[in-house]
């Protein structure tokens, strides 16, 4: 990039950080309740966020004076392809009563999200998910974040297995190297700022000095079972598999969501084939896509810093021929491979081996105890007892593998006394349903999400059961904001958080399959109005559909005009 471009300030911050440590460790022995506006931008990498609860700002006092704002934090853990053991889901859960508020979330990235940690939990937080094997180094900030994979435990085919070791090896391939983290979550504090003190670089073999220019993000995934929503990443590798075997994957670059209404350069996109690599290959060319984003992304503008503004502003073709400087060698044509299916792992599973695999929904990812239905007690009563190894799904949902077909009455009547539905209690509309949290901890939320998803999926579910459509698998997913942590466009219908006062943004015409981008229904459309919004649609829907036609491919046909036309 020209030297007069001026870089965007998060640029210093990382490239004066000492390999991420920055001024955290003092910081963090300030006894301030948070961090600096540099080392908020800092602390990502570390993976977390300083957050609020922004519900506590209109309350008051009993004498009427406004509830003191306290800062707290997000601590989110990496969990490549969403594999735990029961005892590492079991102290999360553990962690999240100790130091949180009380909650667990599962994300839409198969990571796991504490909230409501205290400065002075910080240390003890993350040392001890570190201790359980898990880490939230590069969680979240400018480096490769969690890396999704099909979590389906199979294992009457070698392929799901090895999908997920590949995921491993990406995770770990594209791990920051920087000894900052170690030094500042895991000495204690007397050593800490000795350490920090006498700081010698490592070599950050891909990151270099100022990391990425933003966030990126990975996903392995099948072409009949897009459960992770690959094209949804920065980079996505697509298994060809032939005779049981991986033959290699046809990478995809340049998928992300998120958007700003107010940037009209900013769009979400679907990440295109770039090439067919062979297993042997796909580490050395995943590397150098990376590196080309590390060297050509934009660093000025963040909201255009992406991998997919890149590529649409140079286009396939040039973008190809840098890769191929990067890797050294030509890059093969991506094999004709079409991505045909998705499957959300709900339910009870043969799992090959004997033994069975069971998905549990957690609606919206948020794992607690309320009402009837207590989530949190009823894993711990069922992991306590049965401490099978565990996975997380990119729809928010937990899986327990390895079960005993003789246990399986046992874990049925736990999952009743602890009010947690079988997969026949759920409609496809909810078990295909994902939101992100929105208020009242993320900051950047405009609408409810998370807690207003399930109210409006009970109006839809009731109105699809009237008009005799009930079966049908449609995947509604809402955000509070266009940022799109939940991927709200690749669905057939999408809610986006557009305007205080409950207003989202409609999209229809995306499919469950995550291959095509949803248009513009309908903006502005009050959380009230939603269903008598939809509603007609649903009846066009169950008039006009051809024979077998899915919601979201009957509205991408129509398209806006003529579904708006009534
Ligand atoms: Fe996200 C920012 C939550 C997956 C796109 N995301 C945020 C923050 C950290 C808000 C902030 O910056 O202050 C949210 C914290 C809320 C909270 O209170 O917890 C947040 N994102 C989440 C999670 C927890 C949503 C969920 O329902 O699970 C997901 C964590 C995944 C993980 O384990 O790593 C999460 N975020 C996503 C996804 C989905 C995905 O990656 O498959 C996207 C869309 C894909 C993409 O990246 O394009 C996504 N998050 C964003 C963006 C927009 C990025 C952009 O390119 O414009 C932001 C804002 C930003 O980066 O500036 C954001
Ligand atoms: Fe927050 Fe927006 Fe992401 Fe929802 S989509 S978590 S509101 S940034």
């Given amino acids: 990039m020209s030297d007069e471009v001026k870089l965007h300030k998060n640029e210093s911050i990382k490239e004066h950080s000492r390999q ?181 670089p490592v070599e950050e073999p891909i990151y270099g000095a100022t990391y990425l220019p933003r966030k990126f993000k990975m996903a392995v995934a099948l072409p009949h079972d897009n459960c992770v929503d690959v094209l949804a990443n920065d980079m996505g590798f697509v298994a060809i598999v032939e005779r049981g075997q991986i033959q290699g994957y046809n990478i995809v670059v340049g998928g992300g969501m998120g958007q700003t209404p ?63 400087k990067y890797c050294g060698f030509r890059l093969t044509p991506p094999r004709p491979v079409e991505i045909t ?29 309320e009402g009837k239905l207590r989530l949190k007690t009823g894993f711990r009563a069922i992991l306590g007892k049965f401490p099978v190894p565990v996975r997380l799904t990119a729809l928010q949902a937990v899986i327990l593998c390895d079960i005993a077909p003789a246990d399986r009455p046992e874990i049925d009547r736990l999952m009743r006394e602890h009010g947690m539905a079988a997969a026949e209690e759920l409609s496809l509309l909810r078990r295909y349903s994902a939101a992100c949290p929105a208020w009242p901890t993320c900051g950047l939320a405009v609408t409810e999400s998370e807690r207003a998803l399930p109210g409006v999926i009970d109006e839809l579910e009731a109105e699809l059961s009237r008009l005799g459509l009930a079966d049908e698998r449609i995947a509604i997913h809402m955000t509070g904001c266009p940022n799109g942590c939940a991927r709200p466009y690749t669905p057939d219908i999408g809610f986006v958080g557009r305007a205080a006062g409950e207003k989202y943004t409609i999209y229809l015409g995306g499919n469950v399959q995550g291959t095509r981008l949803g248009y513009v229904f309908k903006d502005y459309v009050p959380k009230t109005e939603i269903l008598q919004t939809l509603g007609p649609v649903f009846s066009r829907f169950r008039a006009e559909r051809t024979p077998g036609e899915t919601f979201g491919d009957f509205c991408a046909r129509l398209g806006k005009d003529a579904l708006s036309a009534g």
């Fill in 341 to 369: 299916d998705v499957d959300d792992h709900i339910g009870w599973h043969e799992q090959g081996d004997g033994k069975l695999f069971l998905g549990i929904n957690v609606e919206n990812g948020r794992i607690k105890d």
């Fill in 262 to 324: 107010s940037a009209k350069k900013t769009f979400p996109a679907l990440a295109k084939p770039l090439a067919f690599v062979t297993p042997d290959q796909a580490i050395p060319v995943g590397e150098a896509v990376v590196k080309v984003q590390r060297d050509y992304g934009n660093r000025s503008d963040r909201k255009l810093a992406r991998l997919k503004y890149l590529i649409a502003n140079w286009g396939m073709e040039k973008f190809t021929a840098e890769v191929e």
């Fill in 20 to 200: 991420l440590r920055g001024t955290l460790a003092e910081e963090l022995r300030s006894g301030s309740e948070g961090f600096s506006a540099d080392m908020e931008q800092m602390i990502k990498f570390h993976g977390f966020y300083q957050q609020e609860d922004r519900d506590a700002r209109h309350q008051k006092n009993a004498d009427g004076t406004p509830v003191q704002r306290q800062t707290s934090f997000m601590v989110r853990s990496r969990v490549p392809g969403g594999k735990l053991t029961a005892a590492q889901f079991l102290s999360e859960l553990e962690l999240c009563d100790r130091y949180g508020n009380g909650t667990l979330r599962v994300t839409t990235r198969q990571g796991l999200q504490l909230h409501g940690i205290l400065m002075q939990d910080l240390k003890s937080t993350i040392r001890e998910i570190n201790e359980i094997k898990l880490t939230t180094i590069a969680a979240c900030g400018d480096v490769n974040r969690n890396v999704m994979c099909c979590p389906a435990p199979y294992k009457n085919n070698p392929v799901f297995d090895q999908l997920q070791a590949f995921a491993d090896c990406l995770a770990e391939h594209f791990r920051p190297r920087t000894t900052g983290y170690w030094e500042i979550w895991m000495t204690d504090d007397n050593g800490e700022q000795q350490k920090v003190d006498e700081f010698q």
